[in-house]
């Protein structure tokens, strides 16, 4: 059984489609393409902007002229993150999608359920002409995983509605009225090498979940980098660094890291260190990382190794380098405030480069972590660089479209939807810069580690989340 065979059949058509389509991230025009041709055919005004947006306009159904317009509010690209033995290539390759039991997964990759569902869900709004409802605005942005340069470069005025349904939500039964905003950190620390005489050996830190770095920052999930360097400390009084590298995407937690150095000692002294370290690390791992796997091999011997001083102090910064929740919220138990995600480490040259995401619900809060970790990598000899800034989404504790969400949630679902806020960047926030006097709220299907090779939608709430979508549509007024 494939996908396509999968109910409704709108809806699971089209993202059979984007699956074909290679959409990672700044390579999103082949995708945006397929919008605009599917547009055309159906007849439909369609435009893209200067920042890649497509907009998709559709009359109201008879009867609904009158009605307020909604907005169906989706982003094109997805996260493009695969397993370590995975030879996908995203620039070119289709996902390879197929059914789990209840669950619909990728093999080796990223699904891109997120945020392939909302897409396909608007993209069958507007192909059926069955349905009942008001004017329909398809939004679809572009690049919203690296910046959300889409919604960034969004013109006030180009879209006429008044509702906006955000379809970027992962948990059935819930509608989102709030998000965190975040900021970019790129810090750099400088570099010195020195003649190497001894043997190579590589260290590896593979097996991880890894995760989205703002729903899954509290789940206790590893962070390859930060396991690798507290390895690399233990080991440092007997080992020459030559290089290190790890993660991928700054909104991804870290699932793999490595290191080469050169050591006089032998393997199966340093293995003995190693292991000595390990029960303490799984102890601080969530009980569902079950396959952390550390592997020490010999490899060449590399020819140069970071001097001494340099490795004290790249190992201290690191270490010292948050990660992380930062901050729980007072105001809503149980949700994370404020975090940061230590991303990605690479060796550039005579720099080593270092990513991180921070996210917060108080741009305050946000910025004052931001500094702290600036003048950390700057009181160590780096430098630091703060970009792509977004806000958070302040939330309405009542909206209209809300309440005809939750009323439809509940007769469909036979409880009332929990109203959250969430520890992640929607781009509602940047939206609402633009349109003030939009309403607005999101939700979506159930999709379980988004960002990561082990990305899942669950297929039932898909079914579900498209009837909650086309009722709530019919019902607005």
Known sequence: MSIQDLKPAGLWHYFYQLTQIPRPSHQE??????????????????ERDAAGNVLVRKAA???????????????LDMVAQKNQDSSH????????AYI????????????????GIG?????????????????????FTATEETGMDGAKGLQGGWLQGDYLLNLDSEELGEICIGCAGGVDGSFSLPLAFAPNTQAGFQLQVRGLKGGHSGIDIHKQRGNAIKILLRLLRKLSDNIQIAEVGGGSLRNAIAREAQAVFASAL???QLQAQIDELIPAIKRALAADE???????????????????????????????????????????????????????????????????LLRSLDDAARDDLAERMADLFRLAGGSAVLSGTYPGWQPAPSSAISDVLSREGEKLLGKTPLITVIHAG??????????????????GPTIEMPHSPDERVHIESVAQFWQWLVNTLAAVE
């Open 29 to 46: 025009t082949a995708v945006q393409d397929f919008v605009l041709a599917e547009a055309a055919r159906l007849g439909l005004w369609a």
């Open 61 to 75: 159904s008879a009867g609904k002229e009158q009605v307020k317009g909604v907005i169906l509010q989706s982003h």
């Open 89 to 96: 290539d995203f620039s070119r390759d289709p996902i390879q």
């Open 100 to 115: 789990d039991g209840e669950w619909v997964k990728a093999r080796g990759t990223t699904l891109g359920a997120d945020n």
């Open 119 to 139: 897409a396909a869900a608007a993209l069958a709004i507007l192909a059926d002409n069955s349905l009942s409802h008001g004017p329909i605005e398809a939004l």
């Open 266 to 268: 032998s393997q199966a």
């Open 290 to 356: 079950q396959t952390l796997r550390i592997e020490l091999s010999p490899v060449a011997q590399p020819a140069q190794v970071w001097t001494t001083a340099t490795q004290e102090n790249l190992l201290r910064t690191l270490y010292l380098c948050p990660n992380g929740v930062d901050r729980m919220s007072m105001a809503v138990a149980g949700l994370v405030e404020t975090s940061t995600n230590l991303a990605k480490i690479s060796c550039e040259h005579d720099q080593l480069q270092v990513h991180c």
């Open 426 to 443: 929607l781009e509602c926030g940047l939206l609402a810069q633009y349109y003030p006097h939009w309403q607005m709220a999101s939700f």
